[in-house]
Protein backbone atom coordinates (compact mmCIF):
# COMPACT_ATOMS: atom_id res chain seq x y z
CA UNK A 1 0.00 0.00 0.00
CA UNK A 2 1.61 3.33 -1.25
CA UNK A 3 1.90 6.41 0.82
CA UNK A 4 0.82 9.59 0.37
CA UNK A 5 2.95 12.86 0.07
CA UNK A 6 1.55 16.50 0.75
CA UNK A 7 2.17 19.57 1.45
CA UNK A 8 -0.44 22.64 2.66
CA UNK A 9 -3.74 24.31 0.76
CA UNK A 10 -3.32 26.60 -1.95
CA UNK A 11 -0.01 24.47 -2.27
CA UNK A 12 3.00 26.89 -3.36
CA UNK A 13 6.31 25.94 -4.68
CA UNK A 14 8.25 24.77 -1.49
CA UNK A 15 5.40 22.42 -1.14
CA UNK A 16 4.49 21.23 -4.53
CA UNK A 17 8.28 20.59 -5.10
CA UNK A 18 8.86 19.41 -1.63
CA UNK A 19 6.55 16.45 -2.43
CA UNK A 20 8.40 15.68 -5.16
CA UNK A 21 11.70 15.73 -3.93
CA UNK A 22 10.85 13.62 -0.36
CA UNK A 23 8.94 11.11 -2.30
CA UNK A 24 11.80 10.48 -4.62
CA UNK A 25 13.86 9.87 -1.17
CA UNK A 26 11.65 7.43 0.37
CA UNK A 27 11.01 5.55 -2.80
CA UNK A 28 15.09 5.32 -2.89
CA UNK A 29 14.93 4.53 0.82
CA UNK A 30 12.24 1.60 0.53
CA UNK A 31 9.66 3.09 1.09
CA UNK A 32 7.00 3.33 -1.88
CA UNK A 33 5.53 6.72 -1.42
CA UNK A 34 3.40 8.96 -4.00
CA UNK A 35 3.65 12.93 -4.06
CA UNK A 36 0.45 14.48 -4.32
CA UNK A 37 -1.43 18.27 -3.90
CA UNK A 38 -4.28 19.45 -2.11
CA UNK A 39 -4.86 22.63 -4.90
CA UNK A 40 -3.90 23.62 -8.07
CA UNK A 41 -0.21 24.60 -9.00
CA UNK A 42 0.77 28.04 -9.59
CA UNK A 43 2.37 30.16 -12.12
CA UNK A 44 5.97 30.00 -10.50
CA UNK A 45 5.44 26.13 -9.55
CA UNK A 46 4.86 25.47 -13.61
CA UNK A 47 7.49 27.35 -14.04
CA UNK A 48 9.76 25.68 -11.96
CA UNK A 49 8.19 22.23 -13.49
CA UNK A 50 8.77 23.37 -16.85
CA UNK A 51 12.24 23.99 -16.62
CA UNK A 52 13.35 21.17 -15.05
CA UNK A 53 10.77 18.39 -16.90
CA UNK A 54 8.94 18.06 -13.67
CA UNK A 55 5.47 16.75 -13.45
CA UNK A 56 2.68 17.89 -11.84
CA UNK A 57 1.78 15.57 -8.34
CA UNK A 58 -2.08 14.18 -8.82
CA UNK A 59 -4.39 15.66 -6.83
CA UNK A 60 -5.62 13.97 -4.05
CA UNK A 61 -7.94 16.29 -1.04
CA UNK A 62 -9.05 13.13 0.63
CA UNK A 63 -6.54 10.93 2.92
CA UNK A 64 -8.83 9.18 4.77
CA UNK A 65 -7.52 5.19 5.90
CA UNK A 66 -4.18 6.42 4.24
CA UNK A 67 -0.53 6.46 5.37
CA UNK A 68 0.84 9.80 4.61
CA UNK A 69 3.65 12.21 5.33
CA UNK A 70 3.12 15.58 5.34
CA UNK A 71 5.54 18.69 4.37
CA UNK A 72 5.66 22.34 4.41
CA UNK A 73 2.83 22.56 6.89
CA UNK A 74 1.37 20.98 10.61
CA UNK A 75 -1.62 22.65 11.30
CA UNK A 76 -5.47 21.75 10.46
CA UNK A 77 -6.58 24.18 9.04
CA UNK A 78 -4.11 23.76 5.96
CA UNK A 79 -4.51 20.18 5.81
CA UNK A 80 -7.42 17.90 3.78
CA UNK A 81 -10.94 18.15 6.07
CA UNK A 82 -10.48 14.44 6.93
CA UNK A 83 -6.81 14.64 7.81
CA UNK A 84 -7.38 13.00 11.66
CA UNK A 85 -8.56 9.98 9.41
CA UNK A 86 -5.26 9.26 7.92
CA UNK A 87 -2.02 8.01 9.63
CA UNK A 88 0.65 10.41 9.95
CA UNK A 89 4.11 8.59 9.48
CA UNK A 90 5.97 12.19 9.47
CA UNK A 91 6.83 15.84 9.14
CA UNK A 92 8.99 17.89 7.44
CA UNK A 93 8.34 21.29 7.62
CA UNK A 94 9.97 24.92 8.67
CA UNK A 95 7.49 26.41 10.30
CA UNK A 96 6.03 26.27 14.20
CA UNK A 97 4.33 23.44 15.41
CA UNK A 98 0.90 23.68 14.63
CA UNK A 99 -2.07 21.70 16.63
CA UNK A 100 -1.72 18.35 14.13
CA UNK A 101 -1.40 15.77 16.43
CA UNK A 102 -0.90 11.79 16.57
CA UNK A 103 -1.64 8.37 18.03
CA UNK A 104 1.53 6.42 17.55
CA UNK A 105 5.03 7.78 16.83
CA UNK A 106 6.46 9.65 13.85
CA UNK A 107 9.42 11.09 12.15
CA UNK A 108 9.90 14.53 12.30
CA UNK A 109 12.55 16.93 10.23
CA UNK A 110 11.44 20.89 11.63
CA UNK A 111 13.85 23.10 11.66
CA UNK A 112 14.09 26.48 11.74
CA UNK A 113 15.60 27.52 7.83
CA UNK A 114 14.41 29.31 5.01
CA UNK A 115 12.46 26.23 3.51
CA UNK A 116 11.16 22.90 3.29
CA UNK A 117 13.41 21.62 0.44
CA UNK A 118 16.40 22.49 2.32
CA UNK A 119 15.62 20.54 5.13
CA UNK A 120 14.86 17.34 2.24
CA UNK A 121 18.20 18.40 1.43
CA UNK A 122 19.97 17.82 4.81
CA UNK A 123 17.79 14.57 4.99
CA UNK A 124 19.51 13.22 1.50
CA UNK A 125 22.88 14.29 2.69
CA UNK A 126 21.88 12.41 5.94
CA UNK A 127 21.03 8.83 4.36
CA UNK A 128 23.34 9.21 1.86
CA UNK A 129 21.00 9.52 -0.93
CA UNK A 130 22.36 11.34 -4.59
CA UNK A 131 20.00 13.78 -5.54
CA UNK A 132 18.68 14.17 -9.15
CA UNK A 133 19.68 16.31 -11.58
CA UNK A 134 15.92 17.61 -12.20
CA UNK A 135 15.01 17.37 -8.63
CA UNK A 136 18.21 19.31 -7.63
CA UNK A 137 16.95 22.17 -9.97
CA UNK A 138 13.76 22.14 -8.65
CA UNK A 139 14.81 21.95 -5.35
CA UNK A 140 17.56 24.78 -5.92
CA UNK A 141 14.58 27.36 -7.55
CA UNK A 142 11.84 26.00 -4.32
CA UNK A 143 14.76 27.32 -1.99
CA UNK A 144 15.63 30.98 -4.02
CA UNK A 145 11.32 31.47 -4.01
CA UNK A 146 10.95 30.71 -0.08
CA UNK A 147 13.89 32.90 0.63
CA UNK A 148 13.26 35.62 -1.86
CA UNK A 149 16.47 34.88 -3.13
CA UNK A 150 18.31 34.74 -0.13
CA UNK A 151 16.78 38.21 1.05
CA UNK A 152 14.02 36.84 3.40
CA UNK A 153 15.07 37.50 7.48
CA UNK A 154 14.13 33.04 7.63
CA UNK A 155 17.42 32.81 5.37
CA UNK A 156 20.05 30.78 7.04
CA UNK A 157 23.24 29.59 5.78
CA UNK A 158 21.96 26.28 5.49
CA UNK A 159 19.90 27.37 2.72
CA UNK A 160 22.25 29.36 0.72
CA UNK A 161 24.91 25.91 0.94
CA UNK A 162 21.77 24.34 -0.43
CA UNK A 163 21.43 26.00 -3.48
CA UNK A 164 24.93 26.25 -4.35
CA UNK A 165 25.57 22.67 -4.29
CA UNK A 166 21.96 21.70 -5.73
CA UNK A 167 22.75 23.92 -8.46
CA UNK A 168 26.01 22.35 -9.26
CA UNK A 169 24.33 18.99 -9.62
CA UNK A 170 22.05 20.92 -11.71
CA UNK A 171 24.48 22.33 -14.04
CA UNK A 172 23.22 25.80 -13.41
CA UNK A 173 25.69 28.45 -13.62
CA UNK A 174 23.48 31.74 -13.10
CA UNK A 175 21.08 30.58 -10.34
CA UNK A 176 20.15 33.81 -9.20
CA UNK A 177 19.55 34.79 -12.83
CA UNK A 178 17.20 32.19 -13.07
CA UNK A 179 15.49 32.92 -9.98
CA UNK A 180 14.68 36.41 -11.48
CA UNK A 181 12.84 34.57 -13.92
CA UNK A 182 10.99 32.67 -12.12
CA UNK A 183 10.14 36.21 -10.03
CA UNK A 184 8.46 37.75 -13.17
CA UNK A 185 6.63 34.66 -13.73
CA UNK A 186 4.98 34.88 -10.25
CA UNK A 187 4.86 38.95 -10.67
CA UNK A 188 2.40 38.66 -13.69
CA UNK A 189 -1.29 39.46 -12.35
CA UNK A 190 -2.93 40.15 -16.01
CA UNK A 191 -6.06 38.04 -16.30
CA UNK A 192 -5.99 37.32 -12.49
CA UNK A 193 -9.67 37.68 -10.33
CA UNK A 194 -9.19 39.41 -7.27
CA UNK A 195 -9.94 35.91 -6.18
CA UNK A 196 -6.76 34.65 -7.66
CA UNK A 197 -4.47 37.14 -6.31
CA UNK A 198 -5.99 36.80 -3.19
CA UNK A 199 -5.88 32.69 -2.65
CA UNK A 200 -2.63 32.83 -4.77
CA UNK A 201 -0.33 32.09 -1.11
CA UNK A 202 -3.50 31.65 0.99
CA UNK A 203 -3.12 30.25 4.48
CA UNK A 204 -5.44 30.12 7.01
CA UNK A 205 -4.45 30.14 11.03
CA UNK A 206 -6.53 28.93 14.08
CA UNK A 207 -5.86 31.74 16.98
CA UNK A 208 -6.85 30.79 19.88
CA UNK A 209 -10.64 30.19 18.49
CA UNK A 210 -10.14 33.14 15.74
CA UNK A 211 -9.78 32.13 12.74
CA UNK A 212 -7.19 34.76 10.46
CA UNK A 213 -6.39 34.25 7.17
CA UNK A 214 -3.60 35.55 5.80
CA UNK A 215 -2.05 35.26 2.11
CA UNK A 216 1.20 36.47 0.27
CA UNK A 217 1.73 37.94 -3.00
CA UNK A 218 5.27 38.37 -3.95
CA UNK A 219 6.27 40.72 -6.79
CA UNK A 220 9.31 42.25 -8.52
CA UNK A 221 6.71 45.74 -8.63
CA UNK A 222 3.70 46.05 -6.56
CA UNK A 223 2.36 49.41 -7.96
CA UNK A 224 1.47 47.46 -10.84
CA UNK A 225 -1.92 46.63 -8.16
CA UNK A 226 -2.52 50.05 -7.00
CA UNK A 227 -5.72 50.44 -9.86
CA UNK A 228 -6.98 47.30 -8.17
CA UNK A 229 -7.13 48.01 -4.43
CA UNK A 230 -10.31 48.83 -4.31
CA UNK A 231 -11.42 45.44 -5.92
CA UNK A 232 -8.77 43.26 -3.58
CA UNK A 233 -10.20 44.59 -0.30
CA UNK A 234 -13.96 43.95 -1.92
CA UNK A 235 -12.84 40.26 -2.34
CA UNK A 236 -10.86 40.10 0.86
CA UNK A 237 -14.40 40.99 2.60
CA UNK A 238 -16.49 38.60 0.91
CA UNK A 239 -13.47 36.30 1.70
CA UNK A 240 -14.18 37.11 5.41
CA UNK A 241 -17.74 36.50 5.65
CA UNK A 242 -17.35 32.89 3.57
CA UNK A 243 -14.65 31.62 5.60
CA UNK A 244 -15.89 32.94 8.76
CA UNK A 245 -12.69 35.09 9.41
CA UNK A 246 -11.95 37.31 12.22
CA UNK A 247 -8.77 38.92 10.42
CA UNK A 248 -8.28 38.73 6.20
CA UNK A 249 -4.58 40.07 5.75
CA UNK A 250 -3.02 40.07 2.27
CA UNK A 251 0.45 41.22 2.40
CA UNK A 252 1.92 42.84 -1.13
CA UNK A 253 5.47 41.91 -0.92
CA UNK A 254 7.92 44.06 -2.75
CA UNK A 255 11.18 42.47 -3.37
CA UNK A 256 13.43 45.06 -5.00
CA UNK A 257 12.41 47.78 -2.12
CA UNK A 258 12.75 44.79 0.38
CA UNK A 259 9.27 45.95 2.16
CA UNK A 260 5.62 44.89 2.50
CA UNK A 261 2.06 46.54 1.85
CA UNK A 262 -0.17 45.25 4.53
CA UNK A 263 -4.19 45.18 3.90
CA UNK A 264 -6.08 44.30 7.19
CA UNK A 265 -9.84 43.66 6.82
CA UNK A 266 -10.94 42.74 10.73
CA UNK A 267 -13.46 42.94 13.49
CA UNK A 268 -10.88 43.88 15.92
CA UNK A 269 -7.71 46.03 13.64
CA UNK A 270 -6.78 46.90 17.28
CA UNK A 271 -5.19 43.69 17.03
CA UNK A 272 -3.36 44.17 14.23
CA UNK A 273 -1.76 47.77 14.63
CA UNK A 274 -0.55 46.52 18.51
CA UNK A 275 0.89 43.22 17.66
CA UNK A 276 2.83 44.87 14.37
CA UNK A 277 3.19 48.13 15.90
CA UNK A 278 1.83 50.21 12.75
CA UNK A 279 -1.24 52.33 12.54
CA UNK A 280 -3.56 51.54 9.60
CA UNK A 281 -4.61 53.91 7.20
CA UNK A 282 -7.57 53.26 5.39
CA UNK A 283 -7.26 49.49 6.56
CA UNK A 284 -3.28 49.41 4.89
CA UNK A 285 0.09 50.43 5.86
CA UNK A 286 3.76 49.99 4.83
CA UNK A 287 6.07 47.39 6.37
CA UNK A 288 9.88 48.44 5.67
CA UNK A 289 11.92 45.23 5.32
CA UNK A 290 9.01 42.57 6.00
CA UNK A 291 9.02 39.58 3.90
CA UNK A 292 8.35 36.78 5.40
CA UNK A 293 4.42 36.02 6.85
CA UNK A 294 6.28 33.39 9.09
CA UNK A 295 8.57 35.18 10.49
CA UNK A 296 7.52 39.05 10.86
CA UNK A 297 3.73 38.59 10.73
CA UNK A 298 2.42 35.35 12.64
CA UNK A 299 4.55 35.19 15.62
CA UNK A 300 3.64 39.06 16.29
CA UNK A 301 -0.27 38.82 15.78
CA UNK A 302 -0.84 35.17 17.41
CA UNK A 303 -0.22 36.70 21.32
CA UNK A 304 -2.81 39.46 20.21
CA UNK A 305 -5.61 36.40 20.25
Not at 195 to 213: A, E, H
Not at 239 to 263: A, N, R
Request: aromatic share 6%; with cysteine; net charge negative.
Amino acid sequence: MATYIFGHTSPDSDSIVGAISLSYLKNQLGEECIPTRQGEISAETAFILKTFGGTAPELKTSVAGEKVYIIDFSDYAQAPADMKEATLLGIVDHHKLGDITTDTPLECWIRPIGCSNTVVYEMYRSYGVEIPKDIAGMMMLAILSDTVIFKSPTCTKVDTKAVKELAKIAGVEDYKALAMEMFIVKSATEGASARDLNTRDYKPFDMNGSKVGVNQLEMIDISALDARKDEIFEDMKKMKEEEGLHTMIVLLTDIMKEGSQILVVSDEPSKIETGLNLKLENNEAWLDGVLSRKKQIIPFIQPQF
